[in-house]
């Protein structure tokens, strides 16, 4: 569906835990990039990457981490230094024509 | 720094008026101004996109329009249907940059 596979759909983190988003794409796209939409909000760039092992921070990267080995694969992770986590967290791959295409997205919480 | 401002934020007509959503973008070097539609709870999803070398694109109900001199451009929908209730985000990007900058979304309401 869409080329991008985000999981899990819903996601629940404990105070004080680590957790890692997934982000799948089987577009051969080069560039990829996680955003963040808290309710009723734009879309903010968390990081992104270029191509295989290379990301740049975005304008929100504190208390978050991204890794880039394979080219297929941009997984983000949500650390305990990022106090308020609670939003919905999209990926997205950008086409040889510019456009984004973007996954179904992952909703994080704190409980 | 790059910026996009999109008016107005929320946007509500009657079924079979037409909506118009308005953008201005910061940075003279962007050349690519793409549109994305997110359903509630959904994916945004890009539903027309311009180039700088066009002044207006469209393709069945909607249409965009580019002013680069003052830096504008515009979503058009024509004989809007409720299934075009949803959130509207502009951007703008270098065509060969990676990173693009997003409006804060429009969000229409259409009314049957």
């Known amino acids: 569906d869409g080329g991008i596979t985000q999981s899990p759909k819903y996601l629940f983190r404990k105070e004080g835990q680590n957790v890692t988003l997934s982000c799948e794409q089987n577009?051969?796209?080069?560039?990829m990039y996680w955003y963040r939409q808290d309710p009723g909000q734009g879309l903010r760039l968390i990081y992104y990457s270029q191509i295989v092992n290379d990301f740049q921070k975005g304008d929100i990267a504190e208390g978050y981490s991204v890794s880039r080995e394979k080219k297929e694969s941009f997984p983000l992770t949500v650390t305990s230094a990022q106090k308020n986590p609670t939003a919905f967290y999209l990926c997205?791959?950008?086409?040889?024509?510019?456009?984004?295409?973007f996954g179904s997205g992952t909703r994080l919480t704190v409980v | 720094g790059e910026n996009v401002e999109q008016h107005p934020s929320t946007l509500s007509v009657q079924e079979g008026d037409s909506a118009v959503i308005k953008c201005t973008y910061s940075?003279?070097?962007?050349?690519?101004f793409p549109w994305y539609k997110q359903e509630l709870g959904k994916r945004p999803q890009l539903i027309i996109d311009i180039r700088s070398n066009v002044g207006e694109k469209k393709d069945q109900r909607i249409a965009v329009t580019l002013n680069k001199t003052a830096k504008h451009f515009s979503l058009h929908i024509t004989e809007t249907q409720p299934e075009d209730s949803a959130v509207y985000f502009c951007?703008?990007?270098?065509?060969?940059?990676?990173?693009?900058?997003f409006g804060a979304g429009t969000r229409l309401f259409v009314k049957a």
């Open positions: 951007a703008a990007s270098m065509a060969g940059g990676f990173k693009t900058i």
């Open positions: 577009l051969n796209h080069d560039a």
């Open positions: 997205a791959s950008r086409t040889p024509n510019y456009g984004y295409t």
């Open positions: 940075d003279s070097a962007s050349n690519y």
